[in-house]
């Protein structure tokens, strides 16, 4: 149990183009998914909280228009960066608070974004 | 605020050489979970333990141990004989109660690459 996924695993852009970024749940229901950036060689940075059926919960610093979040049911969550840029090239990854230990986030593969 | 220091950037042993992966943690809470992930080269996060802040008992699973000691506000991975499988990034990871945001919002540390050479 516990497995997530996500899609794609890599995907190269060009600047200017959107990207969706696919997060699911396989064989769970997540209400709550989170989305998370990684830098190379750097730690994993929280980007926002997906609540299935209402607004994401951004953290600070991150820009809501710039990456849209989309929870529309309990096994899917998409993120969207929009018009992207060379320097939002990086490793998303998404994890989902697994109702058989809500305190504990299951991690997806990671999508790696190259932005040309 | 929460913090969590993993002052080991990287580390090299042979292989069967015992490692430990050291781990501070700071936080206001009382109430708290410890986690720690393995990332491999793959990239994805795999899941190893969690411990909450009333559980102060170590735990040994196969080749790994934790140990937690809130009196230092550490919880130190050991693995025991390691392998070259065991080569990847593993991060500690803090989930704290009400004061520092709610259980959901974990803080990692910054991960300790450890290379097992054959």
């Known amino acids: 149990g516990a497995v997530v996924s996500q899609h794609p695993s890599w995907v190269i852009c060009k600047s200017g183009t959107s990207v969706k970024i696919e997060c699911r749940s396989l064989?769970?229901?997540?209400?709550?998914m989170f989305w998370y950036r990684q830098f190379p060689k750097q730690s994993l940075m929280l980007m926002a909280t997906?609540?299935?059926?209402?607004?994401?919960?951004?953290e600070q610093g991150v820009e809501k228009d710039k990456f849209l979040i989309n929870h529309a049911s309990l096994t899917l969550s998409t993120l969207t960066v929009t018009s992207a840029h060379p320097e939002d090239s990086s490793f998303y990854i998404c994890?989902?608070?697994?109702?058989?230990?809500?305190?504990?986030?299951?991690f997806g593969p990671g999508t790696r974004l190259t932005v040309l | 605020a929460q913090k969590v220091t993993q002052a080991q950037t990287e580390i090299s042993v042979v292989e069967k050489e015992d490692v430990t992966l050291d781990c501070v943690y700071e936080?206001?809470?009382?109430?708290?979970?410890l986690f720690w992930y393995k990332q491999p080269p793959s990239g994805e996060l795999v899941f190893l333990i969690r411990?909450?802040?009333?559980?102060?008992q170590n735990e040994i699973s196969g080749r790994y141990s934790w140990n937690f000691q809130k009196s230092t506000s550490s919880f130190n991975f050991t693995i025991t004989a390691s392998q070259v499988v065991d080569s990847a990034v593993y991060f500690c990871?803090?989930?704290?109660?009400?004061?520092?945001?709610?259980?959901?919002?974990?803080?990692f540390g910054i991960g300790t690459k450890l290379q097992v050479i054959p």
């Open positions: 994890s989902a608070r697994y109702p058989g230990a809500p305190d504990t986030q299951y």
């Open positions: 064989d769970f229901q997540a209400t709550t």
């Open positions: 997906s609540n299935e059926g209402s607004k994401a919960t951004y």
């Open positions: 936080t206001r809470d009382t109430t708290y979970y």
């Open positions: 411990r909450n802040s009333f559980d102060e």
């Open positions: 990871a803090l989930s704290g109660g009400p004061k520092t945001g709610g259980f959901q919002k974990v803080t």
